[in-house]
């Protein structure tokens, strides 16, 4: 892989991003849109790749095995979980997938990882997916103590040797305010911030055991 981990996992979320930006803005398969991204990369330009879709949808035959092209209309259209795809190869749909494309001539499509099953090959878009399975997962959620369990309730509120009371003030809501928006908000600049914060973050054999 070329360059360094860091530079591929900022690129990548931005890659996931931009594929899920056309795929609602084209109502078409993601990972379809990934293929057709290296379409492009393969082929170089717009008219290239239709001059070669026929090889470009034989090498895809066990991905999509519902797969064809309108010479007519250039239009590619696929049958994927049961749902029609439909997608104009052109000029607009090369330039929307522009950042795509050039992730793509960066690395590849394809990424090689090792798990528990063995050596496994598959695209960047579901390699992340997989590590994002990954990931510590919230299972317990209240909206305040009211709605939290008893047990809960008698460790954190009614237990004097654990309960704790703190002053809030102004400050305070405004700092948490924006460290949530760190975590969940969905704004570019919040965005940026949780992946430098994922990416900064140092954990030991410990952590992952735990």
Same mark, same amino acid.
Do not use: C
């Given at each position: 892989?070329?360059?360094? !981990?860091?530079?591929?996992? %900022?690129?990548?979320?931005? /890659? &996931?991003? +931009? &594929?899920?930006t056309t795929s609602i803005n084209y109502s078409v398969n993601r990972y379809l849109l990934e293929y057709i991204a290296n379409g492009f990369v393969k082929y170089k330009t717009v008219?290239?790749?239709?001059?070669?879709?026929?090889?470009?949808?034989?090498?895809l035959v066990r991905v999509? $095995? +519902?797969l064809g092209f309108n010479?007519?209309?250039?239009?590619?259209?696929?049958?994927?979980?049961? !749902?029609? #795809?439909?997608?104009?190869?052109?000029?607009? &749909? /090369?330039e929307q997938l522009s950042y795509v494309i050039n992730v #793509?001539?960066? /690395?590849?499509?394809?990424?090689?990882?090792?798990?528990?099953?063995?050596? #496994?090959? %598959? %695209?960047?878009?579901?390699?992340f997916e997989t590590i994002n399975r990954m990931f510590p997962q919230i299972k317990d =959620? /209240?909206?305040?103590l009211g709605s939290s369990?008893?047990?809960?309730?008698?460790?954190?509120?009614?237990? $004097?040797? %654990? =309960?704790?009371?703190? =002053?809030?003030?102004?400050?305070?809501?405004?700092?948490?305010?924006?460290q949530m928006g760190v975590l969940v908000g969905k704004n570019k600049e919040e965005?940026?911030? =949780?992946k430098e914060l994922l990416l900064d973050f140092k954990f030991t054999a410990a952590d992952i055991d735990t």
């Open positions: 892989m070329k360059g360094n !981990i860091k530079e591929f996992v %900022t690129d990548a979320f931005d /890659y &996931l991003d +931009e &594929l899920e008219d290239g790749f239709i001059k070669h879709i026929d090889d470009w949808i034989r090498s999509f $095995p +519902e010479h007519d209309t250039n239009q590619i259209n696929a049958t994927i979980d049961l !749902i029609d #795809q439909v997608v104009v190869v052109d000029e607009a &749909l /090369y #793509q001539t960066k /690395y590849g499509i394809l990424i090689k990882f090792k798990s528990d099953s063995g050596e #496994q090959t %598959t %695209t960047i878009s579901r390699f =959620r /209240y909206k305040g369990d008893s047990d809960v309730m008698a460790e954190v509120v009614l237990d $004097p040797k %654990t =309960r704790r009371i703190y =002053r809030v003030n102004i400050e305070d809501i405004n700092r948490a305010k924006q965005v940026r911030q =949780r």
